[in-house]
């Protein structure tokens, strides 16, 4: 239990560097007089999922880091592909994605209760951080206020994304585009 806590708690460290690629006015507490509710929602929807099925705590944070990586924290991973365009979903790292049942009940109730605000890269941010603590792993404030992509292409992820067949070198290189460094790559691998 120990090692996933340390294994969390450097990944989120990491979130807070890729963040920076979509960070457009991110705040603690952003949805405070238009969604009071959002954060209470999310982890109760969480909380429904994560009951029934524990292990998909880990995938959920896997989604999050995948959303990052790509394209900076957008919630483009959760895009479907239309008939002139494959999303990212549909990229071969990102088939093993489990989890967007959680997302999809989660904006569902959300827009019951304040439609039209909440975005689902920030439903993403949350549920990967409920998921984790529902699982007795740490938790942390999660600044909220991220705006949707609405771009998602599949090569984008293919291009974006480590392989499992990437080398050290381009691995660190990879890496080290988004400010990331040895340890970081160590602990994500």
Not at 122 to 128: F, H, Q, V
Request: hydrophobic content about 45%; some cysteine; charged content about 20%.
């Amino acid at each position: 239990m120990a090692t996933f806590k340390f294994l969390t708690f450097l990944i989120l460290q990491i979130f807070c560097i890729l963040k920076g690629a979509n960070s457009q006015g991110v705040e603690v507490g952003f949805y405070k007089k238009t969604c009071p509710n959002v954060e209470a929602i999310v982890k109760q929807t969480t909380a429904h999922y994560i009951s029934r099925a524990p292990t998909l705590a880990a995938p959920l944070l896997r989604m999050h880091f995948h959303d990052c990586f790509v394209r900076g924290c957008d919630g483009s991973v959760l895009l479907n592909s239309t008939k002139g365009n494959q999303a990212e979903k549909d990229a071969i790292p990102n088939q093993s994605l489990r989890g967007f049942q959680v997302i999809d009940a989660a904006k569902s109730a959300l827009e019951q209760e304040c439609p039209g605000i909440v975005s689902c890269s920030d439903i993403l941010a949350l549920a990967a951080r409920d998921a984790v603590e529902l699982i007795n792993g740490p938790t942390w404030a999660v600044p909220l206020g991220r705006r949707d992509g609405r771009v998602s292409i599949l090569l984008d992820a293919l291009k974006n994304l480590p392989t499992p067949f990437d080398n050290f070198t381009t691995l660190k290189t990879t890496f080290g585009s988004l400010g990331l460094n040895v340890k970081d790559l160590a602990v994500l691998s």
